[in-house]
């Protein structure tokens, strides 16, 4: 069966730190893998995916970066934090093509920027 | 105009109660209906999804699309405490990306 692992779960980082959160899949190959962040009561704000290695698609220009080194390793990163980035983050995976719409999240990391 | 709209709530019913929850649309090109469930401090989980008008039932659930009217609903019967979330509607265009609702919080009243 398919699993995917996101960490850390709770963050707090100063403003002008950088960052890096790392989700990786197991039990699938060639996924569809999506980074996701969510305001407090708000959805989902879809911020990078990626349909292969080193393909990557920013939806909200912003200072996060998204890479994918291996098939099944995404990272979200930043240079320098700002108080706006603070939010629930959320990895997410999904087949290809018609399959996207059935997209499997992991538990999320709660990033505090102070 | 937002491509979708969905009450954020919260809604309070009664245990036993049935639950409505809804989504308005304004994009006729979405084929892919989806209902995701939400518990605090988790990620979502796909509940329910479905391509065609009419309805779609699941044990407990029910999803319903009227396409001509752009308007999706998601039933729960027999409501219990473990329903407690929120509910969030997500569509497609038949890419794999997907528009989301702003959620819906539930809470279910013992």
């Known amino acids: 069966s398919q699993t995917i692992h996101q960490w850390p779960a709770t963050l707090v980082q100063p403003v002008g730190s950088p960052l890096s959160l790392e989700c990786t899949v197991e039990g699938t190959s060639n996924p569809n893998l999506y980074w996701y962040r969510q305001a407090a009561g708000r959805g989902l704000q879809l911020l990078f995916y990626?349909?292969?290695?080193?393909?990557i698609s920013s939806e909200v220009p912003q200072n996060l970066s998204a890479s994918r080194p291996q098939d099944r390793q995404f990272i979200l990163s930043s240079k320098k934090l700002l108080l706006s980035d603070s939010g629930f983050y959320l990895c997410?995976?999904?087949?290809?093509?018609?399959?996207?719409?059935?997209?499997?999240f992991g538990p999320g990391t709660r990033l505090t920027v102070t | 105009q937002k491509e979708v709209e969905q009450d954020p709530g919260p809604l309070s019913v009664p245990e036993g109660a049935i639950v409505s929850l809804n989504c308005t649309y304004s994009n006729s090109a979405f084929q892919y209906f989806m209902w995701y469930r939400q518990y605090s401090r988790k990620g979502p989980e796909l509940l329910m999804y479905?391509?065609s008008s009419g309805n779609k039932e699941d044990g407990r659930f029910t999803a319903q699309v009227d396409k001509s009217s752009k308007y999706i609903s998601l039933f729960i019967r027999d409501s219990q405490p473990s329903d407690s979330a929120t509910y969030l509607c997500?569509?497609?265009?038949?890419?794999?990306?997907?528009?989301w609702g702003a959620g819906t919080k539930l809470i279910i009243k013992p």
């Open positions: 479905t391509y």
């Open positions: 997500a569509f497609s265009d038949s890419n794999y990306q997907l528009i």
């Open positions: 997410a995976w999904s087949g290809g093509g018609l399959a996207g719409y059935e997209q499997y």
């Open positions: 990626s349909v292969g290695i080193g393909q």
